[in-house]
Antibody, heavy 122, light 106 residues
């Protein structure tokens, strides 16, 4: 059974870089036909899609964050990562990683990690 | 970006009630819509994909319908475990976008 686990620092100062890793177990990030995504949820708010990487390394980012975001995949360690530059208090959120499955151009999130809380504060 | 609007934002119901949540897209998205359930402190859980396909393991009291811009999630007989927040999400076009959520409470 596929499981995802987020990890990374829980507290950052403004202007620092957020770096999170999603470790995949029970499956492979290099499996064809899936996308690997990051989503966040600010406190007491809704869900915001950050971006995605395909098994082949193609990336898709939310334009609202695109200038600050990099998503990468490491097939040797079976994980994918998120970097978000120049964080502010507005980046405080629970960050989730997720797998998307589907076919053709249409993929939906079917497996989620438990989430990790990131707080940005001076 | 495609805006997803859910209504109502909060819904008060009782065990056994039939519950319907509506999701409207600002542009046509065919059937490329998913529904998720989220309980406090937990990650979202997939209920429905492709507007009306029930995810494996999800109880049959959950059902989805709609296409184009109007979609609904129905719970035929609300159970105690169903009190949660529900989100719709379109995956027709990047950026992927979510509705604001509907909290189902007693």
């Amino acid at each position: 059974q596929l499981q995802l686990q987020e990890s990374g620092p829980g507290l950052l100062k403004p202007s620092e870089t957020l770096s999170l890793t999603c470790t995949v177990s029970g499956g492979s990030v290099s499996s064809g036909g899936f996308y690997w995504d990051w989503i966040r949820q600010p406190p007491v708010k809704g869900l915001e899609w950050i971006g995605s990487i395909s098994y082949s390394g193609s990336t898709y980012y939310n334009p609202s964050l695109k200038s600050r975001v990099t998503i990468s995949v490491d097939t040797s360690t079976n994980h994918f990562s998120l970097k978000l530059n120049s964080v502010t208090a507005a980046d405080t959120a629970v960050y989730y990683c997720a797998r998307r499955r589907g076919r053709d151009y249409y993929y939906y999130m079917d497996v989620w990690g438990k989430g990790t809380t990131v707080t940005v504060s001076s | 970006d495609i805006q997803m609007t859910q209504s109502p934002s909060t819904l008060s119901a009782s065990v056994g009630d039939r519950v319907t949540i509506t999701c409207r897209a600002s542009q046509r998205i065919s059937v490329w819509l998913a529904w998720y359930q989220q309980k406090p402190g937990n990650a979202p859980n997939l209920l429905i994909y492709k507007a009306s396909s029930l995810e494996s393991g999800v109880p049959s009291r959950f059902s989805g319908s709609g296409s184009g811009t109007e979609f609904t999630l129905t719970i035929s007989s609300l159970q105690p475990d169903d009190f949660a927040t529900y989100y719709c999400q379109q995956y027709n076009t990047y950026p992927l976008t979510f509705g604001g959520g509907t909290k189902v409470e007693i």
